[in-house]
């Protein structure tokens, strides 16, 4: 009979090992016992190999259904969290099935999207799935599979003391032939739940890190392998324990930066997403921009490449909150490259939004002008349906206004032409209509001056 929680499938060929094992050690304990004198030092070596052996034939046999080693179970049967055969199937609002444990975790998270569609979750109620539940009874009566309602966790995450396991079997594998680390890389990769135990476990993220680390003085890593741990590095960063674990770790930003210049786009992607995550704490915006990222993260910028684009510009929005990271992000070129990107209409709301947190910085203020700035927002303002487009606009060009009067000319048109800037003070934002006023308030005084001189 099964034990409770576990799948346990009869191999025979298994079972016989098992009972030659058991002897094996019987006979070494018993060597061990009766010796009175000194007892040899191989003995005792030999019981502890023994022992071991006897305990991953247990380990394999017991998670032979778990990892395919003996019959292969239906993926509809498996979670898509945690590659596992469900106990408890339960629907989340989207429609996807997933095991009530692993999903529970995900929400525990702070993750309010569906992991596989990653759609919004309309809301967080779980339905048993009877359906599935029925189907894979009867799956596992048919191969003679008792499986149980319950499952032994090893605390309230839905992780197992055989989860742990495997979890730290895989990082060994990290530090092995390229065939093994390209196959434990994959599966940490998609088992999110191994999250937890990147936190309890010694040089965890070093030992995921090894392949790329090793990389750069050996030989080229291998696109597939490095997409698969920067991957795993996201998968771990979103949660908010783990964020200053990975930051402190000496490689992880130096290789996040190789990724961005050199991994394949989803690598890139994933990368720029990585540092976008990371830096939801103060703390590691500081070391994000100290080691540099800002400047690789504005190099993939202006590449252009609309896949990457949109991870790249939520970090470097991210980054730029502390006024360390503007000051780092005016230097490395972010105002040329954002300013292009928004003149060929390329995620215009997106980088204006930099573009307008950067505009505090007196620097920033000054290469507005000279790259032409002020007939680009103009122009946007009069062609935008958005409000926050417009608003950032506005603003943008009141720093402008403040600093260098020789746009007002410009801007004065520009209101003689189409009223765009009293349109927007009418019509806009509570923020924008404020911008706006001061604007029209600076171009009148400036106006009547004139005719007063």
Not at 264 to 269: M, V
């Amino acid at each position: 009979m099964a034990k409770p929680g576990i799948l346990e499938v009869s191999d025979p060929s298994t079972v016989a090992k098992a009972n030659e094992l058991k002897k094996e050690l019987q006979r070494l304990i018993i060597a061990i016992v009766e010796d009175d004198d000194e007892v040899l030092v191989q003995t005792i070596d030999r019981a502890r190999e023994t022992l071991l052996d006897l305990k991953n034939l247990k380990l394999k046999r017991s998670l032979s259904l778990k990892f395919g080693n003996s019959i292969s179970c239906p993926d509809e049967f498996r979670c898509p969290l945690s590659k596992e055969l469900m106990k408890d199937p339960v629907i989340v609002s989207t429609g996807q099935t997933y095991d009530r444990p692993f999903i529970q975790k995900w929400l525990k998270a702070g993750n309010r999207t569906c992991p596989q569609t990653l759609q919004v979750l309309s809301h967080t109620n779980l339905t048993p799935n009877h359906l599935i539940r029925g189907m894979i009874l009867k799956w596992c009566k048919n191969q003679g599979i008792e499986l149980s309602t319950s499952v032994v966790y090893i605390n309230d995450e839905g992780l197992t003391e055989a989860d742990r396991d495997h979890f730290l079997a895989l990082l060994e594998k990290m530090s092995s032939s390229l065939s093994e680390q390209k196959e434990a890389a994959k599966e940490l990769r998609e088992c999110l739940h191994f999250g937890l135990f990147f936190g309890e476990t010694r040089d965890a993220i070093p030992q995921l890190l090894t392949p790329l680390s090793q990389s750069n003085s050996n030989r080229e890593v291998h696109p597939e392998l490095q997409e698969d741990v920067i991957t795993t590095l996201l998968n771990l960063s979103i949660h908010d324990n783990n964020k200053k674990l990975v930051v402190e770790t000496p490689l992880v930003i130096p290789l996040l930066m190789d990724a961005l210049r050199s991994g394949t786009i989803e690598t890139r992607s994933n990368a720029a997403a990585t540092l976008f995550t990371l830096s939801a704490l103060d703390s590691n915006k500081d070391l994000i921009g100290k080691a540099g990222a800002l400047k690789t993260l504005i190099d993939l910028l202006e590449e252009g490449h609309p896949l990457a684009m949109k991870d790249v510009a939520s970090a470097i929005f991210n980054l730029c909150i502390i006024h360390e990271n503007k000051a780092r992000a005016v230097r490395d070129g972010a105002v040329r490259v954002i300013l292009n990107k928004i003149v060929n209409r390329m995620l215009v709301d997106e980088l204006l939004a930099i573009l307008a947190m950067l505009s505090g910085h007196q620097k920033a203020v000054k290469e507005l002008g000279e790259l032409g700035a002020v007939p680009c927002l103009l122009s946007l303002i009069r062609e935008s349906s958005c409000a926050r487009i417009k608003e950032n606009c506005i603003a943008i060009l009141y720093t402008i206004c403040l600093n260098d009067r020789t746009k007002w000319k410009e801007l004065r048109e520009e209101e003689k032409a189409y009223g765009t800037i009293s349109q927007l003070a009418q019509n806009g934002t509570s923020r924008a209509k404020r911008k706006a006023s001061g604007i029209l308030e600076r171009l009148s005084r400036a106006i009547n001056l004139t005719h007063t001189a």
